[in-house]
T-cell receptor, first 112, second 107 residues
Framework: NAGVTQTPKFQVLKTGQSMTLQCAQD?????MSWYRQDPGMGLRLIHY???????DQGEVPNGYNVSRSTTEDFPLRLLSAAPSQTSVYFC???????????FGNGTRLTVT | AQRVTQPEKLLSVFKGAPVELKCNYS??????LFWYVQYSRQRLQLLLR??SRESIKGFTADLNKGETSFHLKKPFAQEEDSAMYYC?????????FGSGTKLNVKP
């Protein structure tokens, strides 16, 4: 099992550009989530999904969209990147809502 | 608002010394609490969760509802314990993380 796979590992965007961060898991986990990690602020939940076709907002959802068309994939879309979205992004999944999270390796995003 | 507070950004101890990483949470019912660890160049991973009541790599954490704390302890720190530690709380489909404590164990 590959676990949780995130692509790309690094990305540089210009303000206003759009992009999608990919996240895939091969553990048949129902719960998937996206976090951003900023210095001194820990991890903050952006969006989450409790199953295919179901998504909801986390603590910091503004500027991000998600969809969950399959159990395996949970992409995060930035429609119009802003410098404030410069961060490290982590995707995580778990077998049920309160089970321990399995994390991806992260995507380091820089918006100039 | 759900809050998880880790008051120390950096904790430095010598090898063999006891270590305690502090975590406090805002009170709300019965909390489900976790400690996650990120070693250098590795992905975040679960260290332990309070309902398991187990010891992982010599670490333990006791839930104190009166003090709303879930401090992580180890009696004798090892150099390989150097890492970033995050306390997290689960509540209604969401995980809330503290800001993290970097543990540096000196030889």
């Amino acid at each position: 099992n590959a676990g949780v796979t995130q692509t790309p590992k690094f990305q540089v965007l210009k303000t206003g550009q759009s992009m999608t961060l990919q996240c895939a898991q091969d553990m048949n986990h129902e719960y998937m989530s996206w976090y951003r990690q900023d210095p001194g602020m820990g991890l903050r939940l952006i969006h989450y999904s409790v199953g295919a076709g179901i998504t909801d907002q986390g603590e910091v959802p503004n500027g991000y969209n998600v969809s969950r068309s399959t159990t395996e994939d949970f992409p995060l879309r930035l429609l119009s990147a802003a410098p404030s979205q410069t961060s490290v992004y982590f995707c995580a999944s778990s077998s049920s809502y309160n089970s321990p999270l399995h994390f991806g390796n992260g995507t380091r995003l820089t918006v100039t | 608002a759900q809050r998880v507070t880790q008051p120390e950004k950096l904790l430095s101890v010598f090898k063999g010394a006891p270590v305690e990483l502090k975590c406090n949470y805002s009170y709300s019912g019965s909390p489900e609490l976790f400690w996650y660890v990120q070693y250098s160049r590795q992905r975040l991973q679960l260290l332990l969760r309070h309902i398991s009541r187990e010891s992982i790599k010599g670490f333990t954490a006791d839930l104190n509802k009166g003090e709303t704390s879930f401090h992580l302890k180890k009696p004798f720190a090892q150099e390989e314990d150097s890492a970033m530690y995050y306390c997290a709380r689960y509540n209604f489909n969401k995980f809330y993380f503290g800001s993290g404590t970097k543990l540096n164990v000196k030889p």
